[in-house]
C-alpha cells in the first residue's frame, strides 16, 4: 500500500508542475484527533473502540496524519473553483486498524475579513481501511470492496466527499487551519494543523 501511496503522491507533483495556469500554491499538514459518532451503530463500535473518550462511545480519539498540497486556480476554472487540493491521511480508526484517505477536490473560499476565512471543498476521494472481516459481528457496508489485487487486505471504497477549513493567518505565508471532515452520516473528524502559502 505504501508503494502506491508513493506513486500516487509522484504522479500528482508531477502534473502540478506542468500546471499553467496556477499563481500559488500551498502545502498543509494536520493532526487528526477528534471524531464524534452520530448514529447509533456507529456509538455500538465506539463502545468497543481502545480509543473512545467517553464510555458511551459517541467520542474518540484516532491518531493519524495529513498533508496536502493545494494550489489556486487562476485561468480556465473548474466549476469556478477558487483552487484546487491533493490530500493523503493516515490514521488509526475505530477498531484500531490502519486507514486513509486520498482526496482530489475543488476549494471555494469565504473570507470574513483579510486573517480569517472558511475554505470548503469536495471532489473524488479513496476511503481504505484494514479489512473488519476479522470481527465476527461486523456486516460490511455494501459499498465496501475486498480485493486481492488492489490493496489486498484492506477494505476500500469510491465517494465524493469533502470538507470545511477554518482558516487563521498568523504571519504573511502562515495559516492556523481546524478542519471539520463529516461522514456523513456516520460521524464527523476533526483536525487541526498548519497551511504553509507560496503566493506568487
Not at 178 to 198: D, H, K, R, T
Request: with cysteine; net charge negative; glycine share 8%.
Amino acid at each position: 500500500m505504501a508503494k502506491l501511496l508513493i506513486k500516487i503522491l509522484c504522479i500528482f507533483l508531477f502534473l502540478s508542475l506542468c500546471l499553467n495556469n496556477t499563481y500559488g500554491s500551498g502545502v498543509g499538514i494536520e493532526l487528526l484527533g477528534l471524531n464524534m459518532h452520530l448514529i447509533d451503530s456507529a456509538v455500538e463500535w465506539g463502545k468497543r473502540s481502545p480509543h473512545k473518550l467517553d464510555d458511551g462511545g459517541r467520542f474518540l480519539y484516532l491518531p493519524g496524519l495529513e498533508v496536502y498540497y493545494e494550489w489556486d486556480a487562476r485561468e480556465g476554472k473548474i466549476f469556478n473553483a477558487d483552487g484546487y487540493r491533493f490530500t493523503i491521511a493516515s490514521y488509526l480508526d475505530t477498531m484500531d486498524r490502519h486507514s486513509g484517505y486520498i482526496h482530489l477536490g475543488l476549494r471555494y473560499t469565504f473570507p470574513f475579513d483579510s486573517g480569517r476565512q472558511l475554505s470548503i471543498g469536495f471532489g473524488p476521494s479513496l476511503f481504505f481501511r484494514e479489512t473488519w472481516s476479522v470481527f465476527p459481528d461486523y456486516e460490511k457496508h455494501q459499498l465496501l470492496v475486498e480485493s486481492d489485487s488492489f490493496l489486498p487486505g484492506y477494505e476500500h471504497m469510491w465517494l465524493v466527499f469533502g470538507d470545511v477549513d477554518y482558516q487563521y493567518r498568523i504571519s504573511k505565508d502562515l495559516k492556523l487551519v481546524v478542519s471539520m471532515l463529516p461522514a456523513i452520516p456516520y460521524s464527523i473528524l476533526f483536525s487541526i494543523g498548519i497551511l504553509w502559502e507560496n503566493k506568487i
